[in-house]
């Protein structure tokens, strides 16, 4: 294979090979005189002059070599080393892409054969059709009818006679049964599978995301690839607890062993439920392991039920009974290591249980690709990142560990919301109104793990924990920005001396109740500290510090900062199907691995499939979110927009609190009366960010802020007056078209405030994306908190010079976006906006070339 070497290096080998010719020969080294050159190498690749001069007086066998050659040496072993890793990487990229390449091809020709089938359908049934026009007095056209309906429908299920469970013959036949049924959903055209949308297929990517079309439940399949063996894949998969968030517990109730080598298990499974207004899930599967004959791993599993045979499964109180049609793991070894993988997950949630208006939410293939097929293809990416060492520390912790702290926050909350009564929670009665419920828990061991010390978090006492839950419904709201804007804006809707009570339970017992107010001032703002994040950025854990002034309250000091360990996900608004959530919980200072946690927070999960247009076209309108000064009206929002966010979602809200007994109706009080706070906030958050036809959004801009047309007009006079140069290669000057240049441009643009400490006021999308937020949070953001010291250097000593001259290029520089993440940028041009009247409105910056660091 042809290696590529930089210029850099090339040049370097040359210059060795020239300092070779001047000493008049090359160098022949012994064995030893290789092996100590090759120990100096692997603690010091580059050694400087002096090392080098040094190294030779230590080793004599290195006496008779010149300082020259020694140099030409480890020049010429560092270029070896690119080489190597660059060959390195190459061929991965090599086996990857032959992978990828074999599982597209196959795919491929499972699409043929669905088209050819679907061909083959819609003939049939105009034939049919066709022969029941012409003979509409035979009265057999009814019996004809009916068995094309048969022969289309999806996924018969078999009736077979109860086996008995002691009958290993009998459960092998059951498997049997499931492995040729998940095979043909997984390779085969036994389901309809339609792909899904912003899933495009490549080496680097998820894989290959498709959900059902017509059939019986709710499935969705996954492909892709994994740098990991395939017994380590199926060692993970079937550890479903430590990667689906939504499942309880995993009980392997009986391992039968089965002669090809291969093992059958009898599996009870409970799952959560996602809110508060409907019963959780429970299974009573089979799960089948075996190997293939091409050398697969094959993993399958499905319910036993009265239908398909087998043992009844043990019933459990406040469970509704779901099924699992035949699903699974295809796991095929790839050529030079890793695995392609297939993930078929087909199940029936028994929709009809639950309240009509939540019936999308279990009936929705997308919903259950993102929180099961797609976490599972993540997890395992995630997995094999952490093991090739690419995944860094974070806080001077191991990956694993910072997973465990997001699978506890996330079953913490998922533990709130569902208060089993085994976990020890019970209600409290209501206070009359039915929207917030109470549930206290008296065994704070069962509910936060045996393997925390809790005697540092309750007193003697008598302590309990408190949780005040609510859910509710939002119409057109979407779920990634109402959480985004929740994580970024956390002064909207908490109060502040809740958190103070909450913080306090870290301590040996907690400090009187207090009461929910509208403004405490007791905390300044908040800064987030990032920790981890998974593959795609899909979610994220943090360290929330809330800056505060010092308190008193009933003579107990607290300290200055607050800190909150804080789990994000969801907040992408192109993720189909995905909710949304923010689960945090009070931590100390010393934030041990085994800190108790007790996790509040939110979830939005939508109710109603998306519609596949893109973010952009949401939000061409931009005038549709500014307000054109006081008294004006807004602009409405295009059609296209408002069919885009025309959805319901299902918000639910759970928050954990310490109590003594003693005080525990207080605490209930307070914690009632601040949950519906919470929720009026929240609401009023959500009307302002709903963008809905014909209706005013609600969200507050600076005094005298223009309209957004009338920016982007400013905005590009003024850079070609002062640079010469036009912003946009358009001729048009129309301003719908130059605010629609101005938002697609592929740098971002923003513009700020001519204030002491300026903030921002408008950015395009790239520059949004560039900053991490949003067009409602962009007002929190300042100048400042961006850019780094050398930055900020820079832009005060060409001050002057833009609000002489109207403009100054900036150098090449590193910024940092809201969430803390690094942003370079090839250089930066700021240049000075001015109004109708020439008079100076604010500054304007454009990052060239901008990406994460």
């Known amino acids: 294979m042809a290696m590529v070497v930089s210029g850099k290096e090339m040049g370097k080998a040359q210059q060795a090979a020239a300092l070779a010719m001047e000493s008049g020969k090359y160098v022949r080294y012994t064995p030893e005189q290789v092996e100590a050159l090759e120990r100096v190498y692997s603690e010091c690749p580059k050694p400087s002059s002096l090392k080098r001069q040094q190294l030779i007086r230590e080793c004599p066998i290195l006496s008779n ?77 009814e019996s004809v009818v009916t068995s094309g309906q048969h022969h289309h429908q999806q996924n018969p299920t078999p009736q077979h006679s109860q086996r008995d469970a002691n009958n290993p013959a009998g459960l092998l036949a059951i498997a049997e049964e499931t492995l040729a049924e998940f095979l043909s959903k997984a390779t085969g055209t036994a389901v309809d599978w339609v792909q899904m949308v912003g899933m495009k297929p490549g080496p680097d990517s998820i894989g290959i995301i498709a959900v059902s079309h017509n059939v019986s439940g709710v499935a969705a399949r996954a492909c892709g690839l994994v740098s990991l063996e395939p017994t380590k894949v199926a060692e993970i998969l079937k550890d479903r607890p430590t990667w689906y968030r939504d499942c309880r517990c995993l009980d392997v109730v009986t391992v039968i062993p089965t002669g090809n080598g291969g093992n059958i298990e009898l599996i009870y499974m409970q799952t ?101 097929t797609i976490a599972a293809l993540r997890h395992l990416k995630q997995i094999a990142q952490e093991t090739s060492g690419e995944v860094p520390y974070g806080g001077g912790r191991q990956p694993a560990v910072l997973r465990t702290f997001s699978q506890r926050l996330s079953r913490g909350f998922n533990d709130a919301v569902n208060g089993f009564a085994d976990d020890g929670w019970s209600l409290l009665g209501s206070d009359g109104v039915d929207d917030v419920t109470i549930a206290v828990n008296s065994s704070p061991n069962k509910l936060l793990g045996s393997h925390v010390n809790t005697s540092a978090m309750f007193s003697t006492l008598g302590v309990g924990v408190l949780c005040a839950k609510a859910s509710m419904l939002l119409q057109n709201v979407p779920p990634a920005i109402l959480v985004r804007f929740l994580r970024e804006h956390r002064s909207e809707w908490a109060d502040c001396g809740v958190d103070a009570y909450s913080a306090a339970a870290l301590r040996a017992s907690p400090y009187a109740v207090p009461g929910v107010r509208a403004s405490s001032g007791f905390l300044g703002s908040q800064m ?67 800190v108790p946690l007790l996790p509040s927070g939110f979830r939005v999960i939508p109710l109603d499939p998306k519609t596949d247009s893109s973010t952009a076209t949401r939000t061409l309108d931009l005038a549709s979110t500014l ?162 010291d050398g930055a900020r250097k820079v832009l005060c000593s060409e001050f002057p010079k833009i609000m002489q001259q109207g403009h100054a290029y900036l150098p090449a520089g590193i910024c940092m976006s809201s969430m803390g993440r690094p942003v370079s940028y090839e250089q930066a041009v700021a240049w000075k906006v001015s109004n109708e009247e020439d008079s100076p409105h604010c500054l304007a910056f454009m990052f060239v070339n901008w990406s994460f660091v």
């Open 65 to 141: 070599i010149e300082p020259k050659q020694i140099k030409v040496w480890f020049q010429n072993r560092r270029c070896r080393e690119k080489q190597r890793k660059e060959a390195s990487r190459l061929q991965t990229v090599n086996r990857k892409l032959t992978a990828m390449n074999k599982l597209l091809m196959e795919e491929n020709d499972r699409l043929q054969k669905q088209v050819s089938q679907l061909v083959y359908e819609n003939g049939y049934m105009r034939q049919q059709l066709h022969n029941t026009s012409v003979a509409t007095t035979d009265t057999s056209c």
């Open 272 to 372: 959560y439920a996602p809110t508060t207004l409907a019963a959780a899930r429970d299974f009573w599967t089979l799960r089948y392991t075996t190997g293939l004959e091409d050398g697969s791993l094959v993993i399958c599993e499905r319910s036993l039920t009265p239908a398909t045979g087998g043992p009844a499964g043990p019933p459990a109180p406040n469970f509704v009974r779901a099924e699992v049609l035949s699903s699974g793991y295809l796991i095929r070894p790839c050529e030079g290591g890793g695995s392609m993988i297939h993930i078929v997950d087909h199940v029936d949630l028994d929709a009809w249980s639950v309240p009509e208006v939540l019936r999308p939410l279990y009936e929705s293939p997308k919903i259950l690709a993102q929180k099961m």
């Open 528 to 594: 987030i500290l990032p920790l981890a994040h998974t593959v795609e950025h899909e979610e994220f854990l943090e360290v929330i510090r809330l800056e505060g002034h010092g308190f008193n309250q009933d003579d107990v000091i607290l300290p200055r900062d607050m800190y909150l360990l804080q789990l994000c996900n969801g907040v992408d608004e192109n993720a189909i199907g995905s909710c949304a959530q923010l689960v945090f919980a009070p931590i100390d200072e010393s934030f041990a691995d085994d």
């Open 627 to 788: 307000e054109v000064g006081s008294g004006a009206t807004a602009c409405s929002v295009k059609e296209t927009a408002s069919n885009a966010y025309n959805l319901r979602s299902v918000l639910t809200i759970a928050f954990q609190f310490t109590y003594e007994n003693h005080l525990r109706d207080n605490v209930a009080a307070m914690a009632r009366q601040y949950v519906r706070s919470v929720v009026a906030s929240v609401q009023r958050v959500a009307m302002a960010i709903a963008p809905r036809p014909g209706c005013q959004i609600g969200v507050k801009h600076p005094p005298g802020s223009p309209e957004a047309h009338t920016l982007a007009r400013w905005v590009s006079r003024s850079y070609r007056a002062h640079t010469g140069i036009d912003l946009f290669r358009v001729d048009s000057q129309a301003s719908d078209s130059l605010l629609k240049l101005l938002w697609h441009h592929s740098d971002s643009i923003m513009c700020c405030s001519l204030k002491a400490s300026p903030v921002f006021t408008f950015s395009n999308q790239a520059g949004l994306d560039m900053l991490e937020t949003t067009l409602i949070a962009l007002q929190d953001i300042t100048l400042e908190k961006i850019l780094d």
